[in-house]
């Protein structure tokens, strides 16, 4: 479930509770520690999906040197690229927190 699906007053909880045990465990910790609070990356298979069609292009555009066609499932097109980059990125994304207490 996305973050969009969830109705406004759940998040809002949510967020509140998980805000509270951040405030608690900060408390408890002793000074001078590192805490660090880091979100998960979205999904990769998508981009490992496009990955190994990028992939299979490759190998295909080299074997054009021996004569042999690109079959239609292989062919690699701007929009491709561009929708790699994209979930690249999406991938990628994420959010550090870094605090010394």
Known sequence: MDVED???????EA???FN???TRLHSALPANTAFIVL???SD???MLSLASR????DRAYRALQNGEAIKDEDKWTTEDE???ERVVAE?????AFFCVK
Request: net charge negative; charged share 50%; no cysteine.
């Open 6 to 12: 969830v109705p406004e007053d759940e998040l809002e």
């Open 15 to 17: 967020l509140e509770r």
């Open 20 to 22: 509270e045990r951040l």
């Open 39 to 41: 979100t998960g990356h």
């Open 44 to 46: 990769p298979r998508p």
């Open 54 to 57: 990028r992939a299979r292009f």
């Open 82 to 84: 561009r929708d790699l």
């Open 91 to 95: 991938a990628r994304e994420g959010m």
